[in-house]
């Protein structure tokens, strides 16, 4: 019985074997006309564009030569960048400005963006554009998520987890941003470049909201200088009684327990010192950050760069466009006369 039961196995196994055998060689032979038939159509794609040569050839070329022409006669343009980082919160309205600017542009309303920018009617004319976008920087969302979680209470930190707050990160948190203008004259770009700032700067809101923050920082200075001369008076006082204390002593005996607790407080003293002169260095820090509502990281350069780049050039671009409109008006042909084939072929 047990003989038969084995035999029985063995049957069961090769006939797993050949199962599995069979759904591999299958599976190789779908991939292998899977890529037949691209290579297929492929050729054929090929043929097709072979046979009808002359003519997406002609169109491209026509196309090109209109493009040439075009970038032959237009006018060259130029652009700058600025870097900045905004403080007080003004960002977004950094942003709502440099968008109006762009609608100005658009508008070819050169009067009212003249006035704005501070320039000349016919400069603002040739202004081509304005964008502004932020300089993304991973490593800023984490630092901006400890600071957050100092801030905030427990409770709160439990509910908030680093995903969220990367989710309901805007383009408004980062800390730079980058000002770009085009402009068809290459030397504009330095005059209006304190309109831009000053567009910020002069804001009644963000000015009080400096005022306040300067006379916080100014107030809290005083205050850990003032601290630093009585902990420095106490250290002093402090060495005094355990240098007197020390004279009294003879040698060779040991520091008493009182000794002990002033050499403590003094240690203690010291570390406080410390700590007081770190929050110094990152008040005069938040001074020096805080002292323009709009920081220049970056100015216009005098002298704007020209653009450049294939794809901006209209002999690449309505070439391009040629070449794709007479494949499309080939491939419709064809398609019309298939279905005209069809039709005869189902009518009959």
Do not use: C
């Not at 002359?54 to 060259?76: E, H, N, P, Q």
């Amino acid at each position: 019985m047990s003989t038969n039961q084995t035999t029985n196995e063995e049957v069961d196994l090769g006939n797993l074997f050949k199962v599995i055998g069979k759904g591999f060689n299958n599976l190789f032979k779908a991939i292998g006309g899977f890529f037949k038939a691209i290579f297929h159509y492929f050729i054929l794609f090929l043929i097709f564009l072979r046979n009808n040569a002359l003519r997406l050839g002609l169109a491209a070329f026509i196309g090109a030569g209109v493009g040439l022409f075009l970038d032959l006669t237009k006018s060259k343009i130029y652009s700058s960048t600025m870097i900045v980082e905004p403080n007080f919160k003004s960002t977004q309205q950094l942003y709502n400005n440099i968008n109006f600017y762009n609608e100005l542009v658009k508008q070819q309303d050169s009067v009212v963006l003249a006035t704005v920018l501070g320039i000349s009617p016919h400069e603002a004319s040739k202004l081509k554009g304005f964008y502004i976008n932020p300089i993304k920087n991973e490593n800023e969302k984490l630092e901006l998520f400890d600071a957050f979680i100092e801030e905030v209470d427990s409770a709160t930190v439990r509910n908030i987890n680093i995903k969220e707050f990367k989710k309901n990160f805007t383009e408004y948190d980062y800390r730079y941003h980058k000002i770009k203008v085009r402009s068809e004259i290459n030397d504009i770009f330095s005059k209006i470049s304190d309109p831009i700032i000053n567009s910020i700067a002069n804001n009644s809101y963000f000015k009080n909201q400096k005022q306040i923050n300067d006379e916080n920082l100014l107030v809290n200075e005083q205050l850990l200088k003032k601290s630093l001369t009585e902990i420095d008076t106490l250290r002093k006082i402090y060495n005094e009684v355990l240098i007197k204390e020390a004279n009294k002593t003879e040698s060779g005996t040991t520091i008493t327990l009182a000794q002990g607790v002033k050499k403590t407080e003094e240690i203690e003293l010291f570390d406080e010192s410390l700590k007081l002169n770190e929050e110094l260095i990152v008040n005069n820090r938040k001074r020096a950050n805080t002292t323009e509502i709009l920081n220049v990281v970056s100015s216009f350069n005098k002298v704007g760069t020209k653009e450049r780049g294939l794809l901006k050039k209209y002999t690449i671009r309505i070439g391009g466009l040629s070449f794709a409109l007479m494949l499309l008006f080939i491939i419709s042909r064809r398609l019309n006369i298939y279905l005209k084939s069809y039709n005869n072929g189902v009518m009959k």
